[in-house]
Protein backbone atom coordinates (compact mmCIF):
# COMPACT_ATOMS: atom_id res chain seq x y z
CA UNK A 1 0.00 0.00 0.00
CA UNK A 2 1.71 3.44 -1.21
CA UNK A 3 0.20 6.50 0.99
CA UNK A 4 1.25 9.67 -0.61
CA UNK A 5 1.00 12.90 2.08
CA UNK A 6 0.50 16.16 0.55
CA UNK A 7 2.34 19.51 1.08
CA UNK A 8 1.67 22.84 0.00
CA UNK A 9 2.55 26.13 1.14
CA UNK A 10 1.45 26.98 4.25
CA UNK A 11 0.82 23.32 6.01
CA UNK A 12 -0.01 22.31 8.66
CA UNK A 13 2.96 20.36 9.76
CA UNK A 14 1.28 18.05 12.55
CA UNK A 15 -1.54 17.09 9.69
CA UNK A 16 1.29 15.40 7.85
CA UNK A 17 3.56 13.93 11.12
CA UNK A 18 0.99 12.10 12.97
CA UNK A 19 -0.80 10.02 9.97
CA UNK A 20 2.41 9.87 8.28
CA UNK A 21 4.17 8.14 11.23
CA UNK A 22 1.24 6.10 12.49
CA UNK A 23 0.97 4.75 8.88
CA UNK A 24 5.15 3.94 8.72
CA UNK A 25 4.46 2.20 11.62
CA UNK A 26 1.93 0.06 10.46
CA UNK A 27 4.40 -1.33 7.89
CA UNK A 28 6.45 -2.63 10.96
CA UNK A 29 3.46 -4.88 12.33
CA UNK A 30 1.79 -5.87 9.28
CA UNK A 31 2.77 -8.60 6.38
CA UNK A 32 1.24 -6.59 3.10
CA UNK A 33 4.17 -3.06 3.07
CA UNK A 34 3.14 0.05 4.01
CA UNK A 35 5.09 2.98 1.77
CA UNK A 36 4.78 6.51 2.82
CA UNK A 37 6.18 9.52 0.79
CA UNK A 38 5.82 13.39 1.24
CA UNK A 39 4.53 15.08 -1.69
CA UNK A 40 3.47 17.48 -3.71
CA UNK A 41 1.36 18.58 -6.64
CA UNK A 42 4.51 20.48 -8.19
CA UNK A 43 6.63 17.46 -7.62
CA UNK A 44 10.27 17.54 -5.73
CA UNK A 45 10.57 20.07 -3.80
CA UNK A 46 10.84 22.27 -0.49
CA UNK A 47 7.66 22.86 0.71
CA UNK A 48 7.29 25.87 3.83
CA UNK A 49 4.73 25.07 6.54
CA UNK A 50 2.20 27.82 7.66
CA UNK A 51 3.50 30.43 10.00
CA UNK A 52 7.17 29.94 9.30
CA UNK A 53 7.07 26.69 11.47
CA UNK A 54 9.31 24.72 9.74
CA UNK A 55 9.32 23.51 5.98
CA UNK A 56 9.41 19.45 4.99
CA UNK A 57 10.79 18.20 1.61
CA UNK A 58 8.47 16.72 -1.15
CA UNK A 59 10.62 13.93 -2.52
CA UNK A 60 8.33 13.29 -4.95
CA UNK A 61 4.66 14.11 -7.43
CA UNK A 62 1.30 13.49 -6.28
CA UNK A 63 0.37 10.14 -8.90
CA UNK A 64 -3.14 9.49 -8.23
CA UNK A 65 -2.95 6.64 -10.53
CA UNK A 66 -0.09 4.73 -8.23
CA UNK A 67 -0.96 6.12 -4.90
CA UNK A 68 -3.40 3.91 -2.72
CA UNK A 69 -4.30 6.41 -0.27
CA UNK A 70 -3.48 9.79 -0.98
CA UNK A 71 -3.59 12.55 2.61
CA UNK A 72 -4.64 15.71 2.46
CA UNK A 73 -3.34 18.41 5.48
CA UNK A 74 -5.25 21.40 6.43
CA UNK A 75 -3.11 24.70 6.84
CA UNK A 76 -1.68 26.96 10.14
CA UNK A 77 -2.19 30.89 9.94
CA UNK A 78 -3.80 33.81 11.12
CA UNK A 79 -7.21 33.48 12.16
CA UNK A 80 -9.67 36.25 10.15
CA UNK A 81 -10.25 39.53 12.03
CA UNK A 82 -13.60 40.26 13.22
CA UNK A 83 -14.01 42.94 10.67
CA UNK A 84 -14.34 40.18 8.06
CA UNK A 85 -11.14 40.45 6.13
CA UNK A 86 -8.88 38.11 5.10
CA UNK A 87 -5.07 37.83 5.76
CA UNK A 88 -2.93 36.53 3.41
CA UNK A 89 -1.45 34.63 6.03
CA UNK A 90 -4.59 33.15 7.56
CA UNK A 91 -5.46 30.03 7.12
CA UNK A 92 -8.50 30.53 4.55
CA UNK A 93 -6.30 32.24 2.28
CA UNK A 94 -3.22 29.70 2.39
CA UNK A 95 -6.25 27.23 1.72
CA UNK A 96 -7.77 29.16 -1.35
CA UNK A 97 -4.38 29.28 -3.05
CA UNK A 98 -4.21 25.65 -3.66
CA UNK A 99 -7.25 26.21 -5.92
CA UNK A 100 -4.45 27.95 -8.35
CA UNK A 101 -1.91 25.06 -8.53
CA UNK A 102 -2.16 21.06 -10.14
CA UNK A 103 -3.32 20.06 -6.90
CA UNK A 104 -7.43 20.03 -7.44
CA UNK A 105 -6.59 18.47 -10.35
CA UNK A 106 -5.34 15.47 -9.36
CA UNK A 107 -7.22 14.98 -6.21
CA UNK A 108 -10.11 14.60 -8.57
CA UNK A 109 -8.37 11.94 -10.61
CA UNK A 110 -7.48 10.50 -6.99
CA UNK A 111 -11.28 10.33 -6.47
CA UNK A 112 -12.35 9.48 -9.70
CA UNK A 113 -9.79 6.12 -9.19
CA UNK A 114 -11.65 2.46 -8.21
CA UNK A 115 -9.75 2.16 -5.14
CA UNK A 116 -8.12 4.78 -4.23
CA UNK A 117 -8.79 6.30 -1.08
CA UNK A 118 -8.28 10.43 -0.30
CA UNK A 119 -8.77 11.14 3.61
CA UNK A 120 -7.71 14.58 5.09
CA UNK A 121 -6.93 16.30 8.29
CA UNK A 122 -8.40 19.35 9.83
CA UNK A 123 -8.82 22.16 7.08
CA UNK A 124 -7.84 19.60 4.38
CA UNK A 125 -11.23 18.37 3.83
CA UNK A 126 -11.96 22.18 2.61
CA UNK A 127 -9.56 22.16 -0.14
CA UNK A 128 -11.45 19.72 -1.66
CA UNK A 129 -14.63 21.25 -0.69
CA UNK A 130 -13.30 24.93 -2.43
CA UNK A 131 -12.37 22.86 -5.68
CA UNK A 132 -16.07 21.33 -5.64
CA UNK A 133 -14.72 17.87 -5.50
CA UNK A 134 -17.09 16.61 -2.30
CA UNK A 135 -20.36 18.44 -3.06
CA UNK A 136 -23.03 16.50 -1.76
CA UNK A 137 -20.63 14.37 0.66
CA UNK A 138 -20.24 13.93 4.15
CA UNK A 139 -17.41 15.02 5.55
CA UNK A 140 -16.17 17.14 8.73
CA UNK A 141 -12.93 19.87 9.39
CA UNK A 142 -11.78 21.83 12.30
CA UNK A 143 -14.78 23.13 14.27
CA UNK A 144 -14.24 26.35 13.08
CA UNK A 145 -14.63 25.49 9.73
CA UNK A 146 -17.70 23.65 9.84
CA UNK A 147 -20.45 26.28 8.66
CA UNK A 148 -17.69 27.37 5.76
CA UNK A 149 -17.34 23.52 5.06
CA UNK A 150 -21.27 23.13 4.82
CA UNK A 151 -21.72 26.11 2.92
CA UNK A 152 -19.83 24.38 -0.19
CA UNK A 153 -22.72 21.98 -0.38
CA UNK A 154 -20.77 19.40 2.00
CA UNK A 155 -23.06 17.29 4.47
CA UNK A 156 -20.75 18.63 7.44
CA UNK A 157 -20.55 16.32 10.41
CA UNK A 158 -19.30 17.13 14.01
CA UNK A 159 -17.34 14.24 13.96
CA UNK A 160 -13.59 13.30 14.77
CA UNK A 161 -13.16 10.50 11.93
CA UNK A 162 -15.99 10.42 8.97
CA UNK A 163 -15.74 7.70 6.38
CA UNK A 164 -17.49 7.97 3.14
CA UNK A 165 -16.34 5.35 1.40
CA UNK A 166 -13.56 6.83 -0.53
CA UNK A 167 -13.40 9.91 1.54
CA UNK A 168 -12.19 9.78 4.68
CA UNK A 169 -11.79 12.89 6.94
CA UNK A 170 -10.73 13.85 10.31
CA UNK A 171 -11.78 17.01 12.43
CA UNK A 172 -8.73 18.78 14.19
CA UNK A 173 -4.63 18.93 14.39
CA UNK A 174 -4.50 16.09 16.59
CA UNK A 175 -6.83 14.01 15.11
CA UNK A 176 -4.12 12.38 12.56
CA UNK A 177 -3.84 9.85 15.06
CA UNK A 178 -6.73 8.99 15.40
CA UNK A 179 -7.86 8.99 10.96
CA UNK A 180 -3.98 7.15 10.81
CA UNK A 181 -5.25 4.40 13.39
CA UNK A 182 -8.41 4.25 11.64
CA UNK A 183 -7.26 3.81 8.38
CA UNK A 184 -4.79 1.16 9.69
CA UNK A 185 -7.84 -0.63 10.95
CA UNK A 186 -9.85 -0.15 8.17
CA UNK A 187 -7.11 -1.30 5.47
CA UNK A 188 -4.80 -3.75 7.09
CA UNK A 189 -7.25 -4.72 10.16
CA UNK A 190 -7.80 -4.17 13.87
CA UNK A 191 -4.42 -6.43 14.73
CA UNK A 192 -2.44 -4.42 13.11
CA UNK A 193 -4.01 -0.98 14.54
CA UNK A 194 -4.18 -2.04 18.08
CA UNK A 195 -0.32 -2.99 17.76
CA UNK A 196 0.64 0.58 16.76
CA UNK A 197 -1.76 2.29 19.32
CA UNK A 198 0.19 0.04 21.95
CA UNK A 199 3.52 1.55 20.27
CA UNK A 200 2.68 5.13 20.29
CA UNK A 201 0.30 4.59 23.59
CA UNK A 202 -2.35 6.44 21.86
CA UNK A 203 -5.71 5.38 22.07
CA UNK A 204 -8.07 6.23 19.40
CA UNK A 205 -10.78 9.08 20.73
CA UNK A 206 -14.40 8.66 19.34
CA UNK A 207 -17.15 6.67 17.05
CA UNK A 208 -15.94 6.99 13.47
CA UNK A 209 -19.29 8.16 11.82
CA UNK A 210 -20.76 5.93 8.80
CA UNK A 211 -23.50 6.90 7.04
CA UNK A 212 -25.37 3.39 8.25
CA UNK A 213 -27.55 1.92 11.13
CA UNK A 214 -30.65 3.70 12.79
CA UNK A 215 -30.90 6.99 12.53
CA UNK A 216 -30.89 9.00 16.20
CA UNK A 217 -34.16 9.91 17.22
CA UNK A 218 -33.23 12.48 19.48
CA UNK A 219 -30.88 15.42 18.62
CA UNK A 220 -28.00 16.35 21.06
Given at each position: ?23 A ?13 L???E ?18 R ?5 A ?40 K ?34 QL ?21 N ?54
Amino acid sequence: MLAQFVLFDGFDPLDVIAPYEVLAAGGAFADRGVEVELVSAEGPRQVPSGLGLLSLRATARLEPDRADLVVVPGAVGALPDGAGDVPEDSIPAILARTLDTPLPGLLKQALDRPGRTVATVCGGSMVLAMAGLIGGRTATTNQLGLAALAATGVVAVDARVVDDGNLVTASSVTSGLDLGLYLLERELGPRVAHAVERLFAHERRGTVWRDTGSVPTVTV
